[in-house]
């Protein structure tokens, strides 16, 4: 993500998952509602996860939309465009799962106008979850306490 928002030369960054759980068409979606906003958020209208991973995704969306006081319901939706002057603002340093909550949060900062479009989620199609290892979920716990300690949220 960070090479690619380094990259970015258009007016819009727009960045998904590659495993199929989203459907690219939403994008539709979500650039009707650009005129409006500077961060057009997708947030899954059902998600698609198994029944495990449910509980434990919703727990932790709670947790840090309540804990980084965030912008967004579903900071997991990894469906977002974004315009790109606010991306060039960033200087992200998260490697793992809390990257996502980096990103919020350095795009709230500047005064930045969101908006939150409903996407279709499905099952994955591709690969395998990374993030339920015991090393990785530490990491990310970690993480987000030294984003929090920065941010000051």
Aim: charged fraction near 30%; aromatic fraction near 12%.
């Amino acid at each position: 993500m960070r090479c690619g928002f380094d990259a970015a030369a258009k007016e819009w960054v727009f960045y998904t998952d590659g495993d199929g759980q989203y459907d690219v068409n939403d994008l539709e979606d979500l650039v009707a509602e650009s005129a409006s906003a500077d961060i057009v958020n997708g947030h899954k209208i059902k998600r698609s996860d198994s029944w495990v991973r449910r509980p434990f995704g919703k727990a932790y969306a709670t947790a840090v939309r309540k804990a980084f006081d965030l912008p967004v319901r579903d900071i997991d939706c990894d469906f977002r465009l974004i315009r790109t002057t606010f991306v060039k603002q960033l200087d992200l340093k998260s490697d793992s799962g809390s990257i996502c909550v980096e990103l919020i949060v350095g795009l709230d900062g500047p005064g930045a106008v969101f908006c939150e479009v409903p996407v279709h989620h499905y099952a994955r199609r591709f690969g395998k979850s990374e993030f339920f290892q015991f090393s990785r979920i530490l990491r990310t716990i970690y993480q987000l306490f030294k984003l929090h300690k920065r941010s000051g949220r």
